[in-house]
């Protein structure tokens, strides 16, 4: 099947002493998505506006477990990764008591 993503708008890099990456919007077969790219590495992922949403769910302990294997799963090669989480249960946010 052929690739039929189109970008929606150019890239913009972010980055810092450690990490590079290019991100942008594009648009796909299955809907928008943003398009989070490591050069360097040759790591890439689109992720779909609920999988980008429940980033904002996680606690900075979550990415500093990312960060374990700083470089990614050894067993990954790398490529593109179309991640929509339409069909994985997620856990909803857990929101802070009123009482505190």
């Known amino acids: 099947m052929a690739d039929e993503t189109r970008a929606a708008d150019p890239a913009v890099d972010v980055g810092n002493e450690f990490a590079v990456v290019s991100v942008r919007k594009v648009y796909t077969r299955n809907g928008e998505r943003l398009e989070i790219v490591s050069p360097r590495l040759g ?58």
């Open 43 to 100: 790591y890439a992922i689109r992720l779909d506006a609920l999988a980008l949403e429940s980033l904002t769910w996680q606690t900075m302990e979550t990415f500093t477990k990312f960060l374990e294997e700083p470089f990614g799963p050894h067993d990954r090669p790398p490529g593109v990764v179309d991640v929509s989480l339409r069909d994985i249960p997620l856990r909803p946010p857990t929101r802070p008591s009123e009482d505190r």
